[in-house]
Structures are given as C-alpha cells and as structure tokens.
C-alpha cells in the first residue's frame, strides 16, 4: 500500500527537484505504477551522470580477488557467517604466503583489485588473535594489513582495496599510503539495531552508527576513495533507511571522497540468529536502489551486487538507476555470501548487455578519482594504478598487472616552482588569488555555510550576555589571586571584556608579565624556510597550499636548503623554523633528510622544524610511530618542533576549519610524545574566524593541562586569523580576522590562564601591524618572535606586514612600549658574542636576504 505523500514526492523527484526526508520515506513505500515511475525518474538521473562523465550506455565492474585475511572478529552480528572463532580455523590469519597466493592466481587471471575483507580489531576478543600477531611482531591487526597491502602490491601489482572495519583518523592516515581505496558500510543510522537487546547489531561495538560514520568522515576527510553503502532488510524503518542515504548524501557533498554507494539486500543465512529473518523483499529493494539515485544524485556511482539478486531481478535494478556491479571475482568466492557465487563474468555481461547497457571493467577506485589523482591516490601508489588504467577513460585497461617496489627509493628532489616567492611575495605579490581548484578542493561551501548555521557558530559577541563591570572586576580580583586558576565563570567574564574592562584585563596581564619575566623584550634572530608549499590536506583557512601546477607552487632541493640555512648562519641567525605542506611528490622520508641537511650545512644552528601534521604524515608515510618517527627526526638533527597545526583545539570548530587536518587527539599525541623524547615545542592558536570566545578559553585551558603534564612548551603564540586570501573567507563562511579587542583580550588572557605554567607569550608581527604589537607588550606579551628574513604563509593568506624584521625595526617596537629588546636563542637562553655580533653586523649592513638559487629547475 503506498504511503500518504507518495504521489506529491513522485511529482517532485519527477520534475528534478530536490526531495527531504519524509519524501524520501514515503517513496521508499512506491508499488506497482508508482514503482516503475519512481525508477524511470532513477534511471534518467543515472543516464545524466553517466554522460556527464564521458560514460554514457557503461555499466562497471571491477575484476577482483577477495583476500579474507580474518575470519576473527570482535564484533557479534546477528546474520554473519563470515566472523568465526579460533577453533574453527587452521589459523587466526592467512599467512603471507597464503595471501599472496590468492593474489598470483588473481593476477594471472586479469585481476586488478585485491579486496582485502576481515573482522574488526579481533586481538580484543580472541587471545589466539593477540598471540598470533606478537609472535610475528605486528602490534595489531591493521599492521598486518598495511604489511600485506604493501606485499601485494609489490609483488602482484594488484590494487588493494582495504575493508578493514571501524578505523580511527590515524590509522587511515597508515593505510591510504598502501591502498587505491578503502571502504567501510554504514548498514543503517538506526541506533535501536545496536542499541536494544534483539536488534542484529546488538553486542558490537563497531556497529554503533556514530562510530562508523566518524570513520567514514574521516576517511573522507583524509582524501581516501571510499566505497560505502547501506544493508537493506536487517531490522531498519523507511524512516531509518531514508536517513542514511541523507547521511552519506551530507558526508559525499562537504568532502567528495565517497566514490560509490552500495544498495545491499539482506540474506539469511543457515547458523545465524537470523535464519528464519525473511529475505528483504524485492519491491521493497528496488525502490530502495531507486530511491538512493535520486537522493544521492547523478555523480554517485550506485551499486548492487549481482550475485544476491536472480538475474532477472538484476535487469530491473539496472532500471532503477545503478551503473556499478562492484567487485566480481573469476577465482575467489563471495566469502560474505559463500552461499550466493558470483556470476560469470560473460554471464554478467550478457546481463548488461540484455538490459541495454555494456560491461566495462574499472579498477579499485572509480576513474573520476583515478584522472585527477590528486589528493585521492597516495605518490607511490600512483604507478601502479597508472600502469592499469587507460589514461583517456580512467577505465582498466587489458593487461596483467606487474608487481614494483611500493617504498619510493632514494630520489633526488630539484628545486622548482617558484622558489624566490619568499622574495617576491613583497614585491609582485602572488600571482593568484586562489589555488586553482578553489571551487572543488575544499568540499560544497553551501553545505559547509549550513553546517555552522545549525551548529550556532558565529562571531565573537553575536547572542553573549552583556557583561556587566562588577563580574569582570569579580573575574580581575580573582586573577589577581591565582591568574592560573580562573573559574570559567571567569575566563568568559574576562575574554568578553571592552572598553575599561579591557583597559584592565590588560593592565593586570602586563603586571603579571612583569614579575614572571621583567621588563626585557626578547626575539631571536632566525630564518623561516618553508621547503614546499604544495599541499593536499585540503584545509579551509589556508591560502599558502598550492597544487604542484599552479603558479605560484614551489619545492626546494635538498641543495636549496643548505644554502639557505649556511647564508642564514653567515649572517648571524640561530635557528632554522622549517616548515612545509604535506607534499605527496616528495619522497617519504624528506623531512629526515632535510634535518640531516641542515645540520652538514650549519651544525650549531636550532633546527625548530615539522608542525604535528607534518609528523603525523611523515610516521604514516614512512610506517612507523609517532614516537619512533620523531626519534628517528631527533636523530637527524631537529632540536624542537613549532606548536602549529592546532587553529582551534575545538572538534566543533577545527572539522569546519581544516576538513582533513589531524584532530585535536592527535596533535596532542604529538606534542606529549615530543616532550616526553626531549623534544620542547611552542603552542599556537589561531583565531579569528568560525570560533568564539569561549573556544579560547577552551583552548588555553587545553594547553594548560598539557603543560602541567609535560612542561614541554617554551612560548605560547596566538595567531590572528589573516583572511585576505583564505579559502573560507572568500567563500563567505569566515569573518575577516579579529578585531584590535578580540587581539587584546586573547594576549592579555594567555599571560593570566598560562601563568606558572607557560612564561613566554609572543605576538606575531607578521600578522599584526607594528602599532598593534607595541600595544600588546603592554598586555602581557614579553616576546616578538624571530626576524624570520623570509615569510610566505602569512604573506600568500594576504598579510601586509612584510616578510622580515631587521633586528633594528625590533627594538624600535619595544622602544616604543618603553622597554628594551634582548636577542634570546631558541628555548630562550643567552646567545653569545659571535652570534649576536654577526647579527648585528649583517642589520647593520645589509637589510634583506640576497636570492639563494641553487639548483634551480623552472616550473
């Protein structure tokens, strides 16, 4: 019986308008006359997308081999015949041989995509799991997977395509490196199937709908072709199933990493809990195929498997709108649905064909991601899919794939690009006023303006309480007290204060400052060197990321860099801030190699170098840990690394922000593991943007606990948010940078809910006029940073300040707020003669950096 509100959602979708969620449920509910109608709308929305792509009358495929590398698993669902347990099994795992094994005869008969399927995280259940991989020296079951993808790869050639379950930002970021695509199913949004004793998720903590779509945000965030989909006929309302196609309609819009949809019917099973559950019925199915082309629109790939349909069943979801059969494979069997075999694949074809269309194979990620495989494919996976695809169609082309080292050798990088930006950007100016991609890199800005719509963020002040002069002189006394101890009735009464409020905030900060670390101004004379502003993180605030094509792109060599760093040593400068974007075109292990090259150029010279996600991508690169990477950095010669990375340590905001920058977890993993190997780093924020005040606090208060645990941070520096040329800003989501009081509040704040924890707050000239910097060392800031002699991330963001300071304009700064500036080193000690003489003999004489061009290769 069709539902009430049919006919009206049949007439929407019918004349191409955009359905919602109630829509949506009551045409799930379509039959007979309606039925059909609600596919041929299916069908036209597929027809449009496929000639849009340059695909019209092609039904893909992709020819694979199934690799069960564990049938353990700790989660419990209720319909699985794949998760077993121990005594049922020869072992807890393949071995390698066993897997590649699996992958050669793959190979041999034309596969190209090697699925790698298993149960979640079972060395948490199953002991003989745990013992199995200490054994062997894995620390976990995705180490296993990383080890064999890079195994398959490198003697097959096969495509590993990872199912490994519920995974966190960081372990994606280990697996896409060894991977052409990764996926995970959503099943359903209703959290009764696993919350409610019955339902078939009940008892598995993996299937909890928030956590899997975490995952699949993050994967998407991270730039990883992901296949996901929905099981239809396990438990779900209309009203569930409508919801998560709106879900991963949401998650595919912002980020566009979702490359294809799985429809999915249900199938009992003999043994499970749901032997008798009745197969999802087939009306009921076809309408949910119908019904998720139209919510997820022409550019989706929507997909069925075909070996869990007959094949006249088969024909009519090819009219309801899909144009994707998944993997199929000619050796290995569906070990999901052992019971159901795959079709042949000139059986498949034939099918195809009989339904108007043509079988064409693909490869593990769909050809969209395939052409433009920037950010998608990792650099030293990019060859293998290079040598299987057809360059034209992104389609599989007819050969046997070929296994090659994965791990990129010894490669020698030449400068190239733009690399006298750090001159020009002063002068010319960049060349662009956005990267090329602006209006796809950074996800649907409609979507992202919606997002902060609903999640209330707005600008500082918009809806706070007024603060009235007797809670900030309550909040002063307080401070006056314990600075570091501030209630959070408090610290918001402070962060909002105006006017004489403000006066006061500051005039109390500036007293603190005083009797922690005196009058004196300190600043280190220092060279900033970012070694390559090629980036695909994809963060939204950022103007300095470039793709490697566009104009005002650039990578240094190895050569560049010494140069830089023995000219910056010549003329008196203590530390090297190094500092680049997360470049896939540079070998993995460059940032090791960089240390080791400024430390032959300038052995006594600070190496302060490599943000947290820097660190991060380095580790996952190189397949090693956080700690082991950053003893290994420390080895080569870095002395410190920069607290940046963070913007705004708030989930809430930092998702809107960076989009597939590390979350707040990991940051702190890698400063606490950095203080812990002796590693000191500063602690930044950004602000001035989607945040508010309260996120401030927030974030200092973050900080402070990390200090009392670590002692690890030398200086706390609050970025002003330059909004000129960012990404965010132009789209219109973000305000353009803090006020004169927001900078105020935030520096006078630092120095009160820091205070016995952090001594040293710093302003940064590079992104506030020389006045407004005279009027915090009145604010409690005591330091000015570095003369940097060369500045291009601020600078490219539309920063007006110049790129360098001469140690003169400096004390010039700090004369003007009545206090005297003092050279430091980098964790804040004297320098000696010899190095301030040459400093001050180079001010003296020669007021800006010459041109380095040492191995210089135009773009």
């Not at 309606?34 to 340059?54: F, H, I, K, P």
């Not at 495929?61 to 209720?78: G, N």
């Not at 379950?165 to 199913?185: D, F, H, T, Y």
């Not at 019917?265 to 009306?283: I, L, Y």
């Amino acid at each position: 019986m069709n539902a009430p509100g049919l006919r009206r959602a049949l007439a929407r979708a019918t004349a191409g308008k955009s359905i919602d969620r109630t829509e949506a449920k009551a045409l799930l509910s379509a039959r007979g006359p309606e039925l059909d109608a609600l596919c041929s709308v299916a069908a036209g929305v597929r027809d449009a997308g496929l000639e849009t792509v340059g695909r019209s009358g092609l039904i893909t495929y992709s020819r694979k081999v199934f690799i069960p590398l564990t049938r353990l698993c700790r989660d419990r669902c209720h319909y699985c015949t794949f998760a077993t347990t121990p005594g049922r099994l020869e072992a807890p795992y393949l071995s390698p041989d066993e897997v590649l094994d699996i992958a050669r005869r793959g190979a041999e008969l034309g596969c190209k995509e090697a699925l790698f399927t298993l149960g979640d995280r079972p060395e948490e259940r199953w002991e003989a799991a745990r013992t199995w991989l200490d054994e062997r020296g894995y620390n976990d079951t995705l180490s296993y997977v990383r080890a064999m993808a890079i195994l398959v790869l490198e003697e097959t050639g096969l495509l590993p395509h990872l199912n490994p379950g519920v995974m966190s930002w960081a372990e994606i970021q280990r697996l896409k490196p060894v991977s052409g695509s990764m996926g995970l199913m959503l099943e359903s949004t209703a959290t009764s199937l696993w919350a409610e004793p019955g339902g078939c998720h009940f008892g598995s903590p993996d299937k909890e709908p928030a956590v899997r779509l975490r995952t699949i945000e993050d994967a998407s965030r991270s730039n990883v072709p992901f296949t996901t989909g929905i099981l239809v006929g396990i438990g779900e309302s209309l009203a569930d199933r409508a919801d998560s196609l709106f879900e991963l309609r949401r998650i595919a819009r912002q980020y566009g990493a979702i490359q294809e949809v799985i429809v999915q019917n249900f199938r009992a099973k003999e043994d499970t809990a749901m032997r008798s559950a009745p197969d999802t019925d087939f009306e009921d199915y076809l309408a949910t195929v119908a019904v998720a082309r139209i919510v997820l629109g022409p550019r989706m790939r929507l997909q069925v498997p075909p070996n869990l349909s007959a094949p006249a069943e088969c024909a009519r979801l090819v009219g309801a709108g899909i144009d994707d059969w998944g993997g199929v494979s000619p050796l290995t069997p569906d070990h999901v649905n052992p019971e159901r075999p795959w079709p042949q694949l000139d059986e498949l074809a034939a099918l195809t064909v009989g339904s108007g269309f043509v079988l064409a194979e693909r490869l593990a990620l769909q050809p969209e991601y395939l052409l433009d495989a920037e950010p998608w494919v990792d650099n030293r996976v990019l060859p293998f899919v290079r040598a299987l695809a057809d360059p034209d169609s992104g389609l599989a082309r007819d050969v046997r794939p070929q296994g090659r080292p994965w791990q990129q050798q010894s490669v020698e990088v030449a400068s190239s690009g733009r690399t006298d930006l750090h001159l020009g950007i002063d002068d010319e100016g960049r060349r662009t006023i956005a990267r090329g991609d602006f209006a796809s890199a950074f996800g649907d800005w409609d979507v992202l303006v919606d997002e902060i719509a609903e999640r209330r963020v707005g600008s500082p002040g918009s809806g706070a309480p007024t603060r009235l002069d007797a809670g900030v002189l309550a909040a002063l006394r307080a401070a006056e007290r314990a600075p570091g101890e501030l209630t959070d009735e408090h610290t918001l009464a402070l962060i909002h204060a105006d006017g004489p409020d403000l006066d006061a905030l500051c005039e109390l900060a500036d007293r603190i400052r005083q009797d922690t670390v005196g009058d004196q101004v300190t600043f280190v004379v220092n060279r900033n060197l970012n070694f390559s502003n090629v980036c695909y993180v994809g963060c939204r605030f950022c103007a300095f990321a470039q793709r490697a094509t566009d104009a005002d792109a650039y990578r240094l060599s190895l050569e560049e860099v010494g140069a830089r760093v023995t000219q910056a040593w010549e003329v008196g400068a203590t530390e090297i801030c190094m500092q680049g974007g997360i470049d896939p075109g540079l070998p993995s292990d460059f940032h090791l190699e960089l240390a080791r090259a400024t430390k032959r150029s300038s052995p006594d010279i600070h190496l302060h170098a490599f943000s947290p996600m820097e660190v991060i991508s380095g580790a996952s690169r190189m397949g090693v840990t956080v700690e082991e990477w950053l003893s290994a950095a420390k080895e080569a010669g870095l002395d410190s690394i920069p607290g940046t990375a963070a913007e705004i340590l708030d989930e809430e905001i930092r998702w809107i922000l960076t989009k597939g920058k590390l979350p707040t977890s990991e940051w702190i993993r890698v400063v606490t593991t950095a203080h812990r190997l002796g590693i000191p780093s500063t602690a930044t924020m950004m602000y001035g943007h989607v945040d508010q005040p309260k996120h401030w606090v927030g974030h200092l208060r973050l900080l402070g606990q990390i200090q009392d645990e670590t002692g690890g941070f030398t200086e706390f520096v609050p970025l002003p948010f330059v909004h000129q040329s960012s990404p965010i800003y132009l789209a219109g989501v973000a305000r353009p940078g803090p006020t004169r009081r927001d900078n105020r509040a935030v520096h006078a704040m630092a120095r009160l809910m820091l205070h016995g924890r952090v001594r040293n707050i710093q302003c940064s000239w590079v992104k506030l006029a020389p006045d407004e910097c005279v009027e915090l060392l009145s604010a409690g800031v005591n330091d000015l940073g570095g003369t940097l002699m060369e500045e291009t991330i601020s600078r490219m963001a539309g920063s007006s300040n110049g790129s360098m300071k001469t140690i003169a304009e400096i004390k010039e700064m700090a004369s003007l707020a009545g206090r005297l500036a003092v050279q430091r080193d980098t964790l804040y000690g004297k320098v000696g003669a010899e190095r301030a003489l040459a400093a001050e003999s180079f001010d003296r004489s020669a007021p800006k950096v010459v041109p380095v061009s040492v191995g210089f290769v135009g773009s």
